[in-house]
C-alpha cells in the first residue's frame, strides 16, 4: 500500500562502488577492512522493500586486481544477489586490471575494453570501461564511443542507466581528484545528449555527490571500503575509516529517486516497530492523516503510546 500520491516505482537499483577487496586478511593501510564494508552494505539490502532488481557497482573492484579477490568478491556478492533475485553489473576501475577483472569475472582473460549492456526488465544498464591501464585517469577512445552511440540509437523501454568509474563532474570538494578526472568529457556529451539516458552513475570519489552532465543527472556513490572527507582539516587529500554507504534508486516513468543508505547502522533514538505498519494500513487516508500529521496529534503529545515505540 502506497501513503503518499506516488505509485510504487518500476525499477529498483542498488549502486555499489569502490570496494577495493584486497587478498585474504590484508587490510587497506593496514586498518580498513574492505571486505567487512561490503558485507555490511549487502545485508542492509536484504531489509529493502521493494528488493533491488540489480546490483550496479561501479569501479575498483579489487585494489591490486589479485585473482583471490575477485573470486572472494563474486563468492560475497553473487550469493547475496541470488538471494534478493537482482542481475549483478560490474564496472572496471582504475585499480582493477582487464585481464584479471575479465578472467576473473566472465571466465575469459581479455585486455580488450569491458563494456556491457544489461537488459533489467526493460530498463537498459550499460557498463562501460573508463580504465587506462597504467593510469589512474579515466579516457573512452573513438570505438567505445562510435560503439556507444550504436546501442544508445535504438531506445530501451524504460530508458538507460550508464554506469561508469570516473564520473563526468566537476570535483569542487577534492582539487587532487581533477588531475584523475576523465579525460575529453565533451566527447561522451556529444554522443549521450538526447539520448535516452536518464542518469550516470559513477564512483572513483569515495564520497556521494551529485550533477548533471550533458543534461543528465549524474549519481556517484560514496565507497564500502574507506573514504574521502571532502572538508579535513589542513589536508590536501583525506581517506577516513567512515561514512561508508551505497546509493538506491528507485526508477519512476517519469523521475528517479536517489537516497544515500549508510552500509552501518546508527544507534536508534526513535521510531516504531514495522508491526505498526499494518495498524496504519488499516486507517483511512483521513485517519492516517489526522494521527500522524497532525501536531497535536495523540502519538505526539503522549496520550497514545504503540508498542515498542521509542
Not at 539490502?45 to 585473482?67: G, I, K, M, S, W
Request: charge should be negative; charged fraction near 20%.
Amino acid at each position: 500500500m502506497q501513503f503518499g500520491q506516488y505509485p510504487a516505482p518500476g525499477h529498483v537499483v542498488a549502486h555499489l562502488s569502490d570496494p577495493h577487496l584486497l587478498a585474504a586478511g590484508a587490510r587497506q593501510y593496514d586498518v580498513v577492512d574492505p571486505d567487512a564494508g561490503l558485507r555490511l552494505a549487502l545485508a542492509r539490502l536484504d531489509r529493502l522493500d521493494p528488493a533491488p532488481q540489480a546490483l550496479v557497482f561501479t569501479d575498483d573492484l579489487a585494489d591490486r586486481a589479485e585473482p583471490e579477490a575477485y573470486a572472494r568478491l563474486r563468492a560475497t556478492v553473487e550469493p547475496a544477489a541470488a538471494r534478493l533475485g537482482a542481475e549483478v553489473v560490474w564496472v572496471m576501475g582504475n585499480h582493477d586490471e582487464r585481464a584479471a577483472y575479465s578472467l576473473g569475472l566472465f571466465g575469459v582473460a581479455s585486455e580488450a575494453t569491458q563494456d556491457r549492456v544489461h537488459d533489467v526488465d526493460g530498463l537498459r544498464i550499460v557498463s562501460l570501461d573508463t580504465s587506462v591501464p597504467g593510469y589512474h585517469h579515466g579516457e573512452l577512445t573513438d570505438a567505445q564511443l562510435a560503439w556507444l552511440a550504436d546501442v544508445l540509437a535504438t531506445p530501451a523501454p524504460h530508458g538507460t542507466l550508464l554506469a561508469l568509474h570516473h564520473p563526468p563532474i566537476p570535483i569542487p570538494m577534492m582539487p587532487a581528484a581533477e588531475v584523475i578526472e576523465l579525460l575529453d568529457q565533451h566527447r561522451l556529451a556529444q554522443v549521450v545528449r538526447g539520448t535516452d539516458v536518464r542518469c550516470i552513475l559513477g564512483g572513483h570519489l569515495h564520497y556521494s555527490t551529485h550533477s548533471t552532465f550533458a543534461g543528465i543527472p549524474v549519481s556517484v556513490a560514496s565507497a564500502t571500503c574507506y573514504t574521502s572527507d571532502p572538508a579535513p582539516l589542513e589536508r590536501f587529500v583525506s581517506g577516513v575509516d567512515g561514512h561508508q554507504a551505497m546509493t538506491m534508486l528507485h526508477v519512476y516513468a517519469d523521475r528517479i529517486v536517489h537516497t544515500v543508505v549508510p552500509a552501518d547502522q546508527a544507534p536508534e533514538v526513535s521510531g516504531f516497530p514495522s508491526d505498526v505498519r499494518a495498524q496504519v494500513e488499516r486507517l483511512t487516508p483521513e485517519e492516517r492523516r489526522e494521527l500522524l500529521s497532525r501536531k497535536d496529534s495523540p502519538i505526539y503529545t503522549g496520550e497514545i503510546q504503540l508498542p515498542g515505540q521509542v
